[in-house]
């Protein structure tokens, strides 16, 4: 008699509830992105071929909805010889429909590319994006929907092997500075001994790729807007340089200690995640101080996509963390002053994350019932996985938990069953990037899992009343990313700030969505530091505020 497999002898355990109706309807194979994702072999036989790739949703074209552009890898036999694969850029045409608009964007550059972060950093009005990759970066500015590369003339082509990248003003000077997480050091024309093919790690009996213990860490980069097109490394002196180098994989800017900057959080491999606090453009690291190093029990996880959010609804955004196998997905508290609880069993997060590797995740109001849920993208880097007795699997599903109030303070249930199919059936997942794809005020998810699709997930959970508010800075970065905006309706207050990377290697939509039961005032907090309040706003609504002017734009939401 066949033994029964350890995932469901814990769903036993930790029973999963349905929800009435379906959360999120898979549309990606009408929708014209036909593209399929390289990254390496699918044998998996190096540690440059586990981490796959990431999307980014951006209005690219200025027509007042989100493009897709996802980054492509390659195979190393590719990589070596000069060619490989190429971004593809999706035009939005409406209706999920997306047409291929590659071949006249500029940004088909063949390369193994990791990750996207968008943004607008030169201030002209259209969103520019970087992306990272294995070998130089690359700095696509958008030209009125022509892209050209200008990354090595800005300074920002750093040649390491990076992943996430986020773009934050780190001296409040208006202009968007630029964060780069980077990895280790590996040598694709001399693949090194610890690979599957030569001298073979282990694991859970399993011969299997090493790494990334054995590898060399990089250190990260934190590169100053100089306002010109040019970018300063100000690595070393503003206190990133050493203490970054580690295995950098997901990255996220949020004003954690509410003091009107934002303080960088990495997460890392196998190393210690790194929190650096913001004290006036000088970046000091107190992860540990601050209990966002290590996990529950004083140990380095293998983090890999991060995000944060205020979940419990205290004004204070918390930090999610998404980590190997066997380690569970982590969750900190921010209890004030820049101290954190870890909250990840309290809240449930713990038993029912522990056999997942978790890569791009987000806090986000899936069903608009005024708190964040959260989205965990799924998938193991070792084939080997789907072996016998591991206790876990290679094309993990994605997973979904509703915040719910609870005896002892807000929990997350995770939703499954038939109405969430669409959500269990996207395997492999590496970066996923959150917005409103289709302009009807609520988000929508794209994943894109490794060497397959990317799967674009339509949500369907209800036209529940909601507001979207889409923000414009003048002193601050047009973006106006770093902007904190509290809304107050429905005697419910909800803190969030504005941003667009997070996630794992991704970018995401910079407008805020808020579940409402009625109507509501909205304060914001730029990060030029001016004050703006407006109101009264209208469920069903859409607005757009612009700094010092309030609200510019409205219209109604379908």
Not at 273 to 294: C, H, I, K, P
Not at 311 to 325: A, H, I, M, Q
Not at 423 to 438: K, P
């Amino acid at each position: 008699m066949a033994r029964p497999s350890p995932l469901l002898l814990l769903a036993a355990a930790f029973p999963i509830q349905e929800r009435g109706r379906p959360t999120f309807s898979d549309v990606g194979a009408a929708s014209g992105v036909d593209l399929r994702n390289v990254c390496g072999s699918p044998a998996k036989a190096y540690i440059l071929e586990a981490n796959g790739n990431g999307p980014a949703l951006a209005d690219f074209d200025g027509d007042g909805d989100l493009d897709l552009f996802v980054t492509q890898g390659t195979t190393i036999e590719s990589w070596v010889r000069g060619e490989g694969e190429g971004n593809r850029l999706y035009r939005n045409l409406g209706g999920w429909r997306f047409e291929d608009a590659t071949g006249a964007s500029g940004l088909e550059r063949r390369g193994w590319w990791n990750g996207a972060a968008a943004a607008d950093f030169d201030g002209d009005g259209d969103v520019d994006v970087h992306v990272t990759a294995y070998g130089h970066d690359a700095l696509f500015r958008n030209d009125g929907g022509r892209f050209r590369e200008v990354g090595a003339a800005a300074g920002v082509d750093d040649p390491a092997w990076s992943t996430s990248a986020v773009w934050f003003d780190l001296d409040l000077d208006g202009s968007l500075d630029l964060y780069v997480a980077n990895y280790l050091d590996f040598d694709a024309h001399r693949p090194p001994k610890g690979s599957i093919d030569r001298v073979p790690c282990r694991w859970k009996g399993r011969e299997v790729f090493c790494g990334p213990h054995g590898f060399a860490p990089t250190p990260d980069r934190v590169y100053r807007n100089l306002g010109d097109g040019r970018f300063e490394d100000v690595s070393k002196r503003c206190g990133a340089g050493a203490a970054a180098a580690s295995y950098g994989l997901g990255a996220v800017a949020a004003d954690l200690d509410l003091d009107g900057d934002d303080e960088i959080y990495v997460a890392n491999d196998s190393m210690p995640n790194l929190l650096f606090r913001n004290d006036a453009g000088t970046l000091v690291e107190v992860g540990v101080e601050a209990g966002v190093a290590l996990s529950e029990t004083g140990l380095a996880q293998a983090g890999m996509g991060v995000d944060a959010g205020d979940f419990d609804g205290d004004g204070l955004p918390d930090l999610v963390v998404g980590n190997f196998s066997d380690e569970t997905t982590t969750l900190y508290r921010n209890t004030g002053g820049l101290l954190f609880d870890n909250a990840t069993y309290s809240t449930g997060l713990g038993a029912p994350t522990l056999p997942y590797l978790s890569w791009g995740l987000s806090f986000l109001d899936v069903d608009l019932d005024a708190d964040l849920d959260l989205f965990v993208a799924n998938g193991h880097v070792y084939p080997q996985a789907d072996d016998p007795d591991t206790g876990t699997a290679y094309r993990q599903r994605c997973q979904l938990f509703e915040n719910v109030p609870g005896p002892s303070g807000r929990r997350f249930l995770e939703r499954r069953g038939k109405s969430e199919e669409a959500v269990d059936s996207v395997r492999g997942g590496r970066g996923a990037a959150f917005g409103d794809v289709d302009g009807d005020g609520d988000t929508d998810v794209v994943v894109l899992p490794i060497d397959a699709a990317p799967a674009l997930l339509r949500n369907d959970a209800g036209t529940a009343g909601r507001i979207v508010l889409d923000l414009r800075g003048v002193r601050s970065s047009r973006d106006a990313l770093g902007a904190l905006v509290r809304l107050e309706a429905g005697g419910t207050s909800q803190a969030r700030e504005v941003r667009r990377n997070a996630s794992f290697q991704s970018s995401s939509d910079p407008r805020l969505v808020f579940g409402v039961a009625g109507s509501g005032r909205v304060e914001v907090r730029w990060p030029s530091g001016r004050l703006d309040a407006a109101g009264p706003l209208l469920p069903g609504r859409r607005y757009r505020l612009v700094e010092g002017a309030g609200v510019v734009e409205e219209e109604t939401l379908p």
